[in-house]
């Protein structure tokens, strides 16, 4: 029956993996669209983390995560003889089923290998199969997804060192100093999760100090290579080996710097010390955060959530995706409840729970972004797009559409000014632009994309008049929520709903105006 359920849920993941949800804009920014800018053609926008004069990220991680498939890709389209670049959707949509795959296979098996009763492994991989986290964020491409594996596959490998069975520690000891340095390089938060298991090794090392050696010389060499790389990427002449020693690019030093300084991080969000325990754990874990403090089952994985979770608490910015790392191993370290009727009515929470944020967070939270993008790629006519009220659009999925194509993101701007920049923008209307798709003959074209719940613009829509702007609607996508248009404190709880809700969706409008002949 379990397996069963799981083969199920791998699907449900796998669905869920091929839908176009956009969670944040980190995940395409902070990966994807970095490592496509260098192997593609594709123009790209980098973000203030790799354009400051001290960048904070670091490109070592994501050359073999992403980097690699996509050579990969490359290679295969280029061997089957097709012709051009390959379309960035296709990049994009091969990302998310590399992101399925790794988390499938890896996660998953690194729980197989942690657990050793059978009959809590089948639990701990159906709760944590079951989960929205694993189907929405484990599939999308975050540095916090790949850190969740990073940190698993860093509990197996302690776990190997230190069991007496094992002939020989060097190998196991040989990758973990790899896979930490990797895990630094991706995020500088990953060494919180590993305070307390790391205990374990103490005593195995100084019986075997060969096993510390080997530990100490492969992080030392991959650290190397992870600030040579870092170094060459931000440099803009060719390095040499005396650059790495002179002006070394030490991303995570850059990283550990810039987030030790309160006014940086108040520029990002501040919250309160509890925000995590109090708010984000729950948004994460829903009815399971009640096993968690009445059914505990202790474990090395527990103990390494609580030290993430209580070195994270540290940070005043908390974003609910900086705790991924903690849902598999705290969903792998909870007791069910024993009563029958209690584990239905638990069950039964759990079920809604998690349908209810899958299908919000993995179909209809910023759905229509990515769909939007690519319509536009395709308007001949395009030669401005405003976003309004959406995310920051990945502009590398245009399709060198860019060349012509200048994409604004206002997503916070007022109505009026809006309004402003688009009686700049719009171009003159004309008989050709009142005929069916006569407009896309045109040289030149502004488009509008913005929420259906914009009810803002809902006047200026219908003019038909000979004065002001016309807004054509030529594209709509219904599975789009727009999460950052609520609006409590103005319209209520029940109005906002019934505007966000009622009538989500993301519209394109070609934009033109009125003009003296």
Known sequence: MWRRTYLLLVLIRLWFALSPSYLHPDENFQGPEVIAGQIFSYPVRRTWEFTSEHPIRSVFPLWPVYGLPMLLLRWLWTGNGQDGEIPPITVFWTLRVLMFLI??????????????????????VVLVASSYVTWTYQTHTFSNSVETLVVAWSLVLIQRIVDTR?????????????????????????????????LRLLPHFMRKPLSLAALASAALFTTIIAIALDTAFYSSESITWADLIRRPTVTPLNFFR??????????????????????????????????????????????????????????????????????????????????????????????LFNLFFGVLMGIYHQGGVVPGQVFMSKQPDATHAIWWKTYTPPIWLLNGKNEVLQTTDVMG?????????????????????????????????????????????????SNKGLQGLRFREVW?????????????????????????????????????????S
């Open 166 to 198: 094992q002939q020989s520690s060097l190998l196991s000891s040989t990758v973990l100093g790899i896979v930490a340095v990797f895990g630094v390089f991706n995020r500088i938060t990953f060494p919180a999760f590993l305070l307390i298991p790391g």
């Open 258 to 351: 810039y987030n030790s300084n309160t006014a940086n991080l108040a520029q990002h969000g501040i919250h309160p010390w509890y925000q995590h325990l109090a708010a984000n754990l729950p948004q994460l874990l829903g009815p399971a955060t009640l096993l968690l403090f009445t059914k505990p089952h202790l474990s090395l994985r527990l103990y390494s959530a609580i030290s993430g979770l209580f070195v994270l608490s540290i940070f005043p910015h908390q974003e609910a995706r900086f705790l991924l790392p903690t849902v598999p191993l705290i969903l792998s370290s909870v007791e069910l409840p024993k009563n029958k009727t209690v584990l239905r009515v638990w069950a039964g929470l759990w079920i």
């Open 103 to 124: 988390s499938f296979v890896l996660e998953d098996w690194a729980l197989h290998e942690l657990i050793t009763s059978p009959r809590h492994r089948r639990v701990a």
């Open 476 to 516: 709509r996508y219904t599975k789009h929520l727009n999460l950052d248009d609520l609006d409590f404190g103005d319209d209520g709880v029940w109005k906002t709903l019934t505007r966000v809700v009622g009538r989500r969706g993301l519209v394109a409008w070609r934009v033109t105006k009125s003009c003296p």
């Open 413 to 461: 701007l007022k109505g009026t000014a809006l309004l402003e920049q688009l009686t700049e923008l719009a171009t003159c209307d004309t008989p050709a632009d009142r005929r069916n798709q006569e407009y896309l003959k045109a040289k030149n074209g502004t488009y509008l994309i913005a929420p259906a719940s914009a009810t803002w613009l809902d006047p200026y829509l």
